[in-house]
């Protein structure tokens, strides 16, 4: 019924039957409680990451809770976990030491080792006094206008255990800044990158560059001369502008090569991207003036693409040799490397040797179409290639390291439609399938060699069970049944020694507090270890999301998803949902275990949503090779129908979920899939922020887009090989849009280019839209230090068109600014 008042001269009209549903307003102080700067300071260690000894079971870990940290000892067989030393004891001696004051309870100690000697540890603390730096020198002669010559004292200390006493000893330098060094597994020999071409030195030579890297006595030997840009030994200098990349030039850089283990011979790939065209970003705000970054960068479809060489290189023969390993076009090579052992100690050298003994190594070889993988054994003896393994398939293929046990060989493989375990023979003789069913064995954890058995990571296959909860498994490689070792309905993160007699299992879900046990190889519990301090977090009002299942479009694919809700939550009310999206197909954006990165969930939720996370078909590789593949073909729009139906089945279940006020977002990928929402389905998704997308897959790296697209293989009547791809793209719909869409972008995103948004901008100003746009300057894929600004301008837009609050906000982010001391 509608009244109609005189007031002060002018009609109004009251509705009553058809009043209009409140305004909220957007609730910027709850999410401002749950900032990252605040989680810091709320949430401290939340697994348990063990150090196993090198001589015993035991292992020393460090966990933090409100209390401060602490470091502990665990002994396995005696069921013990000890103080590796009285903190405040230590405390004391540190301050005596130092001159400056340390307490227990806040003691820091950087750089923790555990010696070989499993009785003494090595530390650094820093003191307030000031000290000219180390390399003030080196400085100076870069840059002759420097002026910042003291940095803080660092005092590095050894800690007896047994008798608790400490000694101060002198700090080395740290070895970080000779990264370029490619050390052989004996220690005497180092090689390099330098003008694009291979070089190496002696031990002694080193020595001298760990002083000094400009000694000019040091002794560098040459051992290639054909090295050019793009067509380099080693790697080139992606990230850094032209600028950057002219000082550099001259500069040592790493080169990825493997090691036999006797250190007398080493393997590489070498790739030729000299034909592959250029791309650019250009850096604004660089100073003086803003620079240009050119690097090379491979397009789907396109004829140029990196050509990969592998190359054996002899210090007995000094010879370089380019194997004869062709067999697919524009073929891909994966070197494969022994898996280092978990009881290293943190800083024990660790050369990466090859896959293989001192007559042969290992590696695999895969088509552009990545529809054929060749497991290839390089025979030393002979210089023969020996094929051992094909894998062939109609849509892509993944595939894992292949595992040498003795005689034996373990591959991972799709090729029953789910991931097993198989067991050959070095021969390349299939001996027996090591796992079976309908479930994903996501790799190998540890090879028990001695007991002949394997260790492994799974998931789907406890019934009753979201089907992306881990767990670990072991079986035997002379056949037999599988044995879960760490039951529980929760996705579970292992860590295992060496001969797997123990591992530490750390379990938790998004609705629950993570714990951390200690079990042993049989998956008895030994004894429990931690359970994650969450007090200050619940104190602060955080409450845990709900896990949701649903049905795909389909009605039948089981989906899962977790709900976000504000923490104020008033099931009275109607609120607006977003979806916060990842396609994948590599990885869905559904959290499984309690994690402490709340921004774009439960952070979100606190404006005065319901956010949600959720699969879709083609979305995730953990589960069967039908469901990854889904999206085969159909890149762009495969995940959408999945994600509209979740919205309508939780809006027919939840009366608080409004279904007409519907919002998503996303990053990358998610990018790419919010705005395609939005274009596909205008009538159900309303409002969309989208950063980052690769809205057009066409200009997006080969590798990602012709994976998971698919790229077509042509061979003509002469035998000729062509690629041929594609694919449709967000600007192809920009016709549909008729909500509301912020488009963001990094200015130098040199992983999904700027490109990729700027063109979907053009199409929505062809196609007469109005539409926002945030460029964020000088940042890259993940948006660095203005990640926190991004988060506060998506609040903003989603409380502005979802929940109707159109109060401008003040121009001063006050969210952001009142945590930080004004010191200017």
Do not use: C
């Not at 604004?284 to 479809?301: C, F, H, Q, V, W």
């Amino acid at each position: 019924m509608r009244k109609i008042l005189l007031l002060s001269g002018f009609f109004v009209l009251a509705f009553s039957a058809f009043s209009q549903e409140p305004v909220y307003k957007g609730n910027y102080e709850l999410a401002a409680r749950f900032s990252p700067e605040k989680m810091r300071k709320m949430v401290f260690s939340t697994s348990v990451n063990p150090h196993w000894m090198k001589k015993s079971d035991r292992f020393w870990y460090e966990y933090e809770t409100s209390e401060g940290k602490n470091w502990y000892v665990v002994d396995p067989v005696r069921k013990s976990k000890t103080e590796l030393f009285d903190r405040d004891k230590l405390a004391a001696e540190i301050t005596k030491a130092v001159k400056d004051p340390y307490d227990g309870q806040h003691l820091k100690l950087d750089d923790l080792k555990l010696m070989d000697d499993e009785n003494t540890i090595r530390f650094k603390v820093k003191s307030t006094a000031d000290v000219l730096k180390s390399d003030w020198d080196e400085i100076k002669a870069k840059n002759k206008n420097a002026k910042d010559s003291l940095e803080k004292k660092t005092h590095t200390f050894l800690y007896t255990i047994s008798n608790q006493t400490l000694t101060e000893v002198e700090t080395e330098k740290d070895p970080k800044r000779l990264s370029w060094a490619n050390i052989s597994p004996d220690s005497s020999k180092v090689v390099y990158g330098k003008n694009y071409n291979l070089y190496w030195m002696d031990k002694e030579n080193f020595l001298k560059a760990v002083k000094d890297e400009k000694d000019s006595t040091i002794v560098e030997n040459q051992l290639t001369t054909d090295g050019e840009k793009d067509y380099e030994y080693g790697w080139g200098g992606r990230g850094d502008d032209n600028v950057e990349e002219e000082k550099k030039k001259d500069d040592r850089k790493r080169v990825g090569l493997l090691w036999s283990t006797d250190s007398k011979q080493f393997v590489m790939t070498r790739s030729d991207s000299r034909e592959v065209k250029d791309l650019w970003v250009i850096h604004n705000t660089r100073d003086p003036r803003p620079t240009l970054e050119t690097y090379k960068y491979a397009m789907p479809g396109e004829k140029e693409q990196p050509q990969s060489e592998l190359l054996h290189f002899s210090f007995e023969s000094m010879e370089l040799n380019k194997l004869p390993v062709s067999t697919f076009k524009d073929q891909t090579i994966s070197l494969w490397s022994i898996t280092p052992a978990a009881n290293t100690r943190d800083d024990d050298f660790r050369p990466a040797t090859w896959l293989g003994d001192l007559d042969e190594f290992y590696f695999a070889l895969t088509s552009r179409d990545l529809k054929k993988v060749d497991v290839v054994r390089w025979n030393l003896t002979t210089n023969e290639k020996e094929v051992l393994i094909e894998e062939r398939s109609n849509t892509y293929i993944d595939f894992d390291k292949l595992e040498l046990v003795g005689n034996d060989m373990i591959w991972w493989s799709e090729r029953d439609g789910w991931a097993h375990l198989y067991l050959y023979g070095k021969d390349g003789s299939m001996k027996r399938q090591l796992t079976s069913g309908p479930y994903h064995v996501s790799g190998t954890a540890r090879v028990d060699e001695k007991n002949r058995k394997v260790y492994f990571v799974a998931n789907g296959r406890e019934k009753g069970e979201d089907p992306y909860y881990e767990h670990l498994y072991s079986v035997s490689l002379d056949g037999g049944a599988v044995s879960l070792l760490n039951s529980g309905d929760f996705t579970h993160d292992i860590s295992i020694n060496d001969n797997a007699s123990y591992f530490v299992d750390t379990y938790s879900r998004v609705n629950t507090t993570p714990v951390s046990v200690l079990k042993d190889r049989s998956g008895n519990k030994v004894m429990d270890l931690e359970t994650t301090d969450l007090s200050q977090l619940f104190a602060a009002g955080y409450q845990f999301p709900e896990p949701f299942k649903f049905k795909a479009d389909d009605g039948i694919t089981d989906l899962y998803g977790v709900m976000y809700k504000p923490f104020d939550f008033d099931s009275t009310r109607k609120y607006p949902i977003i979806e916060y999206v990842y396609p994948g197909p590599q990885t869905e954006a559904v959290n499984k275990a309690f994690g402490s990165r709340l921004d774009r969930t439960d952070r979100l939720a606190q404006f005065g949503f319901v956010v949600i996370t959720l699969g879709n078909r083609g979305g995730h590789p953990a589960r069967s090779k039908w469901y990854h593949n889904y999206g085969y073909g159909d890149l762009r729009d495969y995940g959408l129908a999945d994600k509209k139906a979740a919205i309508e089945q939780l809006a027919d279940k939840y009366d608080y979920i409004d279904r007409n006020k519907v919002g998503i977002h996303g990053h990358s990928g998610g990018g790419f899939m919010s705005t395609a929402a939005m274009l596909v389905y205008p009538d159900v998704f309303k409002v969309a922020v989208s950063s980052a997308g690769n809205h057009e897959n066409n200009i997006y790296n080969r590798w990602w887009s012709e994976k998971h697209h698919g790229v077509k293989e042509q061979i003509s009547p002469k035998g000729d090989t062509t690629f041929v791809y594609q694919i449709e793209k967000n600007p192809d719909l920009a016709k549909n849009l008729k909500g509301r869409l912020m488009l963001s972008t990094g200015g130098v995103d040199n992983n999904v280019h700027p490109a990729n948004t700027i063109r979907m901008a053009e199409a929505l100003i062809k196609a007469g839209k109005r539409f926002d746009f945030v460029m964020l300057p000088g940042q890259r894929h993940g948006y660095g230090n203005m990640t926190e600004y991004f988060f506060w301008r998506m609040g903003d837009y989603f409380v502005q068109h979802l929940l109707g609050d159109n109060t401008p906000p003040p121009v001063d982010m006050i969210e952001m600014q009142r945590d930080k001391p004004l010191t200017k």
